[in-house]
């Protein structure tokens, strides 16, 4: 089991910027890959960036791709996104993800195996 505690979120302007951070406890190699996933009412979630806690290689989306970091901590197995140049299409509600092993797949930022997830926290840009 892995529990994932997220903290940051709110709201911001256009342009404007956000760090969201999270912290897993619990089966570390459950927690090998983690990472940030978001969603909007009426559309499935989509991987926003991914990382993997051991070798660092990350995967993002096409649409954060330069706008997105995410980064970790491994003596506090957290990872934080620093989300810069924040758009209004950025709005939704982002949730942190862990899982054994991270790849991209077809749809971009992808986890296989058991997926943990925490409750989500809402980010809002406004134009």
């Known amino acids: 089991q892995v529990q994932l505690v997220e903290s940051g979120g709110g709201s911001v302007q256009a342009g404007g910027s956000l760090r969201l951070s999270c912290a897993a406890s619990?089966?570390?190699?459950?927690?090998?890959?983690m990472g940030w996933f978001r969603q909007t009412p009426g559309k499935e979630r989509e991987g926003v960036a991914i990382?993997?806690?051991?070798?660092?290689?990350?995967y993002y989306a096409d649409s954060v791709k330069g706008r997105f970091t995410i980064s970790r901590d491994n003596t506090k197995n957290t990872v934080y996104l620093q989300m810069n140049n924040l758009k209004p299409e950025d709005t939704a509600i982002y949730y942190c993800a862990a899982a054994p092993v991270c790849y991209s797949g077809s749809y971009g930022p992808s986890l296989a195996g058991n997926n943990y997830w925490g409750r989500g926290t809402q980010v809002t840009v406004s134009s």
């Open positions: 990382i993997s806690m051991g070798t660092g290689v990350a």
């Open positions: 619990g089966n570390t190699y459950s927690s090998s890959c």
